[in-house]
Each structure stands twice: as structure tokens, then as C-alpha cells.
């Protein structure tokens, strides 16, 4: 029988917890830390009052059981919640938590510690990977990486993902941000919920209100069944909205209302319903700046940027290239029906010169190249695409000799003209990637290419 620690509670949660898998986890209310004895499988404080008043006592708890999760209920904001998590905690609830809740709260944190052993043990296997480039690779589930950025990466995944903390990933596109969604989700509290993601940049304003909020039947011409929405069919689990800085204002609004009540009322609905989801948003856009330019509400920023997960691009970790080279090698080998036993080391040296400016795309889509063009399971230079094995910078940064070209003053547009053409030339004129890595909607793409007279 596990234990369950429960102090400063007046009865109301020794009664829920209570209900929680009797067979497993025994519940011990104390009145005091001094109280505690043994190794419990978790620690419940229930928080009364303001949360600057139990902040010493999470502190005093984490002391005394360090490797014990903790599990503060009490009231408490988004500022609070980082605070908490800072000292400690593995999560902070706000009262009062449904029993459904709770019990996927308590159960996830009382396991995780057997969790984490199977989480050694995946990375484990990634390690005895029989390629040498990738022994000493570190990784969290899918998410590999060995670069001190990336381990950085590492230690904020997991000190975040058993709280139910609103998080958000920014890093250019290409850069890991949907994957590092899914693994916080696939190692969340929310594990055993759904995965909802949405695109904010892929749906035209009238349907995304309706994809994201749901409607009653008859809401509007069309709505011919109730729908729930991505945000209802979330509920237990994670949504996650990609390409967040293309929410439009109305939306934005909506967005905010939705994480103070953290209820939904459906489009012809006079219902408001609750729901319990854990909010991870993306976007390779700088959104400080849109805030600035009032393109994105202020007051659902911070609400949004409470935990900030960075994405470095990969040059600015170079450290990661051969490894995730071999790694997507070995991944990608059987479907191509190739086996790989020789790298040339020239090989890996243009790689790690090479700007990747597709990121981690961009280096899976030059494995297939390099699969299909290897031969005799040898990759040789040759095996590369001519854009990696020649000299690298735009043209204007180079000339024929590929010396520096001596500055000129240019204008913005020649400048922009210029980056789309390169980029449209890199992507083989292949828009969706173009417009991505520009960092711009495939609409504006058209735009400039047509005011610019490119085709
Ligand atoms: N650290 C990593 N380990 C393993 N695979 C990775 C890593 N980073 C990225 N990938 C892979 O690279 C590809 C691109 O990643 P992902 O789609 O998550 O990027 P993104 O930042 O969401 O891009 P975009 O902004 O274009 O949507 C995916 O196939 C993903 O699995
Ligand atoms: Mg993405």
C-alpha cells in the first residue's frame, strides 16, 4: 500500500482523494510538516488563503522530500503557478478539482516515478543504437538531441510537463516545435486524454471559431448537427495551437475568456460548459513584437508566455547535425531498402556547414536524397545535394569566387526580393516550404511574388 501525505486539509479532499483506488493508496492527513514520517508516494498540501502564504511550506516540504511529488491545491494564477512550480511543486490545482481530475492528477504523479525509470530506459535503448554517432545521444522519447541547447530543451520539458502550466514554443519552422508539443503531452499528467491540435494559420476565420469553440445545431446556415470543437474534444488532454500569432483579434478575445473561466459555450449555445485542458501554443513569429505592433492582445500574451520553451535554429547548434544525420539515416534506411555502412567524414563536415534553414526538416528530406543517391551503402560527397556542396551564403554575400561582395546600400524590397528568390530556388519552387521558411502565409507568398514579377 502507497501513501498518500495530505496536510492543511479541513476533511473536503481526505474524502475525494479518499475515493482514489483504495486498494493502492492509503490517504494520511497531518496538521503539520512535522508530522510527515516515511517516504510517501505523494504529497497533497491543500493551499488556503492566498498562495504567498503556503510558498514557505512547499519549500519546507521539497526540503524534507525531495524526490517525493507534490501536489498543492489551493487558489492561485498563472504567476502563481510558475512561482510554485519554481519552488517545487509538481503542480498547482485551483479548487474545487472534479474527482476525475484528481484522480488523473494523483495517479500520474504517484507513478511517475516508475514512469521515469521506463523514460531511462528508452533513452537507454536509443543509446546502445548500433551507430557510433549516436551513442551519445541523450533524448526524451522521439525528441533527440545532444547539444547543450537542446539538453536545455531536455531539462524545461521535464520540469513543466506534469503541470498543467499554459506552455509555449517558439523557434523557427522546421525547428521540433509540433514534436516538442506531443512530448509534453505523451508525458504529461493529461497522457491518457487527447491530442488536439489545430492549425491557426491554416483555416479561415469563420471556421476556426467554429473548429475551435463548437456549435449547437442550427447555430448558423449549415450547422445541421452540434459540433464540439477542438477545445471540448480536448477536454483531459492537451490542445495545441500551432501557428498561435494568426489568431485573429476576435478570436483572441474568445481565446482569453476561455483560460480565465475555462469554460466554452458553444456558437447558439446559451450553456457554458467546463473543461480541463492542458494549452500548449507555437509560432516561429517574434509575437512581442506583433503585441507591439497591436497585432496580438497584450493581456493573452502573457497569459500565453507564461512558460517559454526556445527552439534554437539548427545553426545555432551544430553539435545535433551529424547526429541527427545518422540518426534519421538508421530511421529511414528500411523504407528505402538501403543499408548504410560508411559515412565519408567530408560528408559530415559540409553538413555542419551547411545554414539549414528548413531546420530539422530540412536535414530528414536531404537523408532521402542521400538514401536513394548513396551507393554500394557508401555516402560520399557525391551523394549530397549540389546546394549543401557548394560554398554557402546568399548570392549578394558572395561572389563567383565566393569572397565576401563589397557592401552596398539596398532596399528593403530589394533585399526581401532577393531572400525570396533564394528561397524559392532552395525549396525547388516548392511554395508551402518557401513560405514557411520565409516565416510568411502562403497567400502573402503569392502576393509578393506577383508584385515582385518573380514566377
Ligand atoms: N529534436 C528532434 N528529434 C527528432 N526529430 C525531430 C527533432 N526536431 C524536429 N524533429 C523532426 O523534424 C520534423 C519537423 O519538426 P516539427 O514538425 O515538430 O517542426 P515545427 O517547428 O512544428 O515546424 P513548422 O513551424 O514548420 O510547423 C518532424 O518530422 C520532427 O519529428
Ligand atoms: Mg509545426
Known amino acids: 500500500m502507497r501513501e498518500i501525505l495530505l496536510l492543511g486539509d479541513d476533511g473536503h479532499l481526505a474524502a475525494q482523494l479518499g475515493k482514489i483506488d483504495g486498494a493502492r493508496f492509503a490517504v494520511r492527513p497531518i496538521a503539520t510538516v512535522d508530522e510527515a514520517s516515511g517516504v510517501p508516494a505523494l504529497i497533497v498540501l491543500a493551499a488556503a488563503g492566498p498562495f504567498s502564504a503556503s510558498r514557505s511550506l512547499i519549500t519546507a516540504l521539497k526540503k524534507r522530500f525531495p524526490a517525493v511529488p ?110 516538442v508539443a506531443r512530448t509534453l503531452h505523451e508525458s504529461s499528467a493529461h497522457r491518457d486524454g487527447p491530442f488536439m491540435a489545430i492549425n491557426c494559420g491554416a483555416i479561415p ?88 505592433g497591436n497585432l496580438f492582445r497584450e493581456d493573452l500574451y502573457y ?20 547526429l541527427f544525420f545518422a540518426h534519421f539515416l ?41 538514401l536513394v543517391s548513396a551507393e554500394e551503402g557508401i555516402v560520399t560527397v557525391d551523394a549530397l545535394p549540389p546546394y549543401v556542396r557548394e560554398p554557402h551564403g546568399t548570392p549578394a554575400e558572395r561572389t563567383e569566387a565566393g569572397a565576401p561582395a563589397p557592401w552596398r546600400p539596398r532596399t528593403i524590397e530589394e533585399l526581401e526580393k532577393e531572400a525570396i528568390i533564394a528561397t524559392l530556388r532552395h525549396f525547388n519552387g516548392n511554395m508551402a516550404e518557401t513560405a514557411r521558411a520565409l516565416g510568411i502565409g502562403r497567400a502573402t507568398l503569392y502576393r509578393k511574388m506577383a508584385s515582385y514579377h518573380i514566377d
Not at 497569459?303 to 551529424?322: A, M, N, S
Request: glycine share 6%; net charge negative; aromatic share 6%.
Open 70 to 179: 507534490l501536489l498543492v491545491i489551493g487558489p492561485c494564477d498563472d504567476a502563481d503557478k510558475v512561482k510554485a512550480i519554481g519552488a517545487g511543486a509538481a503542480d498547482i490545482l485551483r479548487p474545487p478539482v472534479p474527482d476525475t481530475d484528481l484522480r488523473r492528477h494523483v495517479v500520474s504523479l504517484a507513478d511517475g516515478i516508475e514512469r521515469e525509470h521506463e523514460m531511462d530506459d528508452l533513452i537507454k535503448q536509443k543509446n546502445c543504437l548500433k551507430c557510433p554517432l549516436i551513442r551519445e545521444t541523450h533524448g526524451y522519447g522521439r525528441f533527440i538531441g545532444s547539444s547543450p541547447a537542446i539538453k536545455k530543451v531536455f531539462a524545461q520539458i521535464e520540469k513543466v510537463r506534469k503541470s498543467s502550466l499554459n506552455v509555449f514554443i517558439h523557434g523557427e519552422s522546421g525547428t521540433g516545435k509540433e514534436l
Open 205 to 292: 476565420e469563420h471556421l476556426l471559431e467554429s473548429e475551435l469553440f463548437g456549435y449547437e445545431k442550427g447555430a448558423f446556415t449549415g450547422a445541421d448537427r452540434p459540433y464540439n470543437g477542438k477545445i471540448i474534444d480536448a477536454d483531459g488532454g492537451t490542445l495545441f495551437l500551432d501557428e498561435v500569432s494568426e489568431l485573429p483579434l476576435k478570436l483572441q478575445v474568445k481565446l482569453l475568456r476561455f483560460l480565465e473561466e475555462r469554460k466554452v459555450t458553444r456558437l447558439g449555445s446559451s450553456r457554458a460548459q467546463e473543461v480541463d485542458v492542458r494549452l500548449v501554443c507555437a509560432t516561429n513569429k517574434d509575437l512581442r513584437a506583433m503585441v507591439r
Open 303 to 322: 497569459r500565453l508566455v507564461v512558460y517559454t520553451i526556445d527552439l534554437p535554429p539548427l545553426r545555432e547548434r551544430r553539435e545535433d547535425i551529424p
Open 330 to 370: 538508421q530511421e529511414r534506411e528500411e523504407r528505402h531498402e538501403v543499408h548504410i555502412t560508411r559515412i565519408e567524414p567530408e560528408v559530415v563536415e559540409l553538413l555542419k556547414n551547411y545554414p539549414w534553414p528548413g531546420n530539422v526538416r530540412e536535414i530528414i528530406n536531404l537523408v532521402d536524397h542521400v
